[in-house]
Nanobody, 123 residues
């Protein structure tokens, strides 16, 4: 089992920045794919960014490319999502996910999920 605790959400003005964290515990995630998804009110959950733990390869949704950056800290077993130039349309609950096959991207299985952290961007 892997436990994921995501945090760092909050209220920010458009153009501002936030950094989300996802702390993993339990089983080793050295071969996992880690990612962030988000779900806005009335919309389906969508993939945002992913990183393959072993190689550090990253992938992003087109809507966040150039603004968001995903990274990992091996020592802390933590994945981060740095969000810059935030827009009101980025408002959503953000969820951390782990794929034990190492898959990253929209097809991630999401074997484990965090409880989510709310990001609200005001105009």
């Amino acid at each position: 089992q892997v436990q994921l605790v995501d945090s760092g959400g909050g209220l920010v003005q458009a153009g501002g920045s936030l950094r989300l964290s996802c702390a993993a515990s339990g089983r080793s995630i050295s071969t996992y794919g880690m990612g962030w998804f988000r779900q806005a009110p009335g919309k389906e959950r969508e993939f945002v960014a992913g990183i393959r733990w072993s190689s550090g390869v990253t992938i992003y949704a087109d809507s966040v490319k150039g603004r968001f950056s995903i990274s990992r800290d091996n020592a802390k077993n933590t994945v981060y999502l740095q969000m810059n130039s935030l827009k009101p349309e980025d408002t959503a609950i953000y969820y951390c996910a782990a794929d034990r096959r190492g898959v990253i991207g929209a097809t991630m299985a999401g074997d484990y999920w965090g409880k989510g952290t709310l990001v609200t961007v005001s105009a």
